[in-house]
C-alpha cells in the first residue's frame, strides 16, 4: 500500500500521509484489541505489572494523538493554522514522551520479572 501510494497517488515529493494514518489506525485497532483480551482473560492479572500492557498503552496514546493531527493535516495546512509547524512539533514530542515512557516502565517491569 505504501509503495502504491507513494508512487501514485501523492507522489514522491508530497508527504505519505495516508499510510501514517492507515498505520496509526491499524495499531490503535491491536492495541484495542490486546487490552480486551487482557481484560477478557480466564486468569486474574494485574495489569499494571504487565510489561506488555505498558507498551500497549503507550503505542495507544501514541497513535490516537498522531492520528488526529493526521486526520487534521490537510486543514491545518490548507489555512496555514500552523505554518512553521509548531503545533506538530510539540504534539508529536509530547507524544514521543509518553510512549518513550511507557516502553520504560515495560522494561523496568520486565526486568523485575526477571530477577524474581
Known sequence: ????????????????????????ALLIVFSIYYFVDLFNSATIIHPLKESMFWIAMGLLFFNLGSLAYNLAFDYI????KDPKALLFISIKKNLIYILYSCIIISIVIAKKCKIN
Open 1 to 24: 500500500f505504501a509503495l502504491t501510494n507513494l508512487l501514485f497517488v501523492q507522489g514522491l515529493y508530497k508527504l505519505n500521509t495516508h499510510f501514517i494514518k492507515y498505520s496509526a
Open 77 to 80: 495546512l490548507a489555512n496555514q
